[in-house]
């Protein structure tokens, strides 16, 4: 698993282990497909998280899983954050709303502009994890 995606995961489990994923809190976690199904293989043992792509998204499937909670990267080649708020505000969706913000992209600017749409209440922007490179010891 690359740098990458191991430190975006490291992001959600961490905001997994904030909401006490449990049978009573289910979290949905969006994007596209190759990461989703990397998602679906992580985090198949974790009881109340359902892993979609966003193509495949609804207002009817929204509300018919009631999450309490809906985690989406940034930026995608297919959508973005403020496309899925557009969606999550059609289907009067108010639970929590976490946006994983990628390398390369400015964690206030994406919360600001994400905010100046759309004003969800429980709404923060996760950055992944920084890994320091491992030093080697020479012996």
Do not use: W
């Not at 209440?121 to 491992?134: H, M, N």
Request: glycine share 6%; proline share 5%; with cysteine.
């Amino acid at each position: 698993m690359g740098a990458a995606r191991q430190n975006m995961f490291h992001a959600i489990l961490a905001h997994l282990s904030e909401t006490a994923v449990s049978k009573n809190h289910t979290v949905l976690m969006v994007g596209e497909l190759p990461l989703m199904k990397a998602m679906q293989q992580q985090f198949s043992h974790c009881t109340g998280v359902v892993v979609m792509q966003f193509a495949d998204l609804t207002v009817e499937i929204l509300n018919s899983l009631g999450p309490d909670s809906v985690v989406s990267p940034a930026i995608c080649q297919d959508f973005d954050c403020i496309e899925l708020a557009d969606l999550l505000a059609r289907a009067n969706y108010s639970g929590a709303f976490r946006v994983l913000c990628g390398a390369g992209l400015h964690p206030e600017t994406v919360k600001r502009d994400l905010r100046s749409c759309h004003p969800f209440k429980d709404f923060d922007v996760l950055s992944p994890v920084q890994t320091r490179p491992r030093l080697e010891t020479v012996h």
